[in-house]
């Protein structure tokens, strides 16, 4: 798809993007699972990082939003594995600027929530993304 005459960026480039910054050794080690991008292996109990994007616009600078669940099935919160997979990640992406490709800013962290399932729980780091074209 093109939008005069560059390539546009799709919800898939902001995955891409969080995926390769979270996907790193100082986070894995905090998992007992992995991470995913879009979604979590089907009935997983293990503790696992989701990168996923839902929205990009089509204006000059694209702007969108990305999301970096973080899982946990225990049957409570575990707020202090929480809070250290969320102080390992947010340094990695907040105001994460690549010059001529993309922006990343962290707008807000959410959770912990009751997975929809009702097995475990899960937080949510909201990223908002301005995309460059890049020809």
Avoid: C
Wanted: glycine share 6%.
């Amino acid at each position: 798809m093109e939008w005069e005459g560059s390539i546009v960026r799709t919800t898939l480039d902001i995955t891409s993007i969080l995926y390769s910054l979270v996907n790193a050794p100082a986070v894995k080690s905090l998992l007992s699972g992995g991470v995913y991008k879009d979604e979590r292996p089907a009935n997983s109990t293990a503790r696992d990082v989701v990168v996923a994007s839902t929205t990009v616009d089509n204006e000059s600078f694209q702007t969108g939003v990305g999301y970096i669940n973080i899982h946990d099935s225990g049957a409570m919160p575990d707020h202090v594995w929480f809070k250290s997979v969320i102080d390992t990640i947010i340094p990695l992406v907040k105001a994460h600027y690549v010059r001529n490709d993309y922006h990343l800013l962290v707008t807000n962290v959410s959770g912990p929530v009751r997975q929809t399932d009702g097995d475990g729980f899960y937080m949510s780091i909201r990223v908002r993304a301005k995309l460059y074209y890049n020809d």
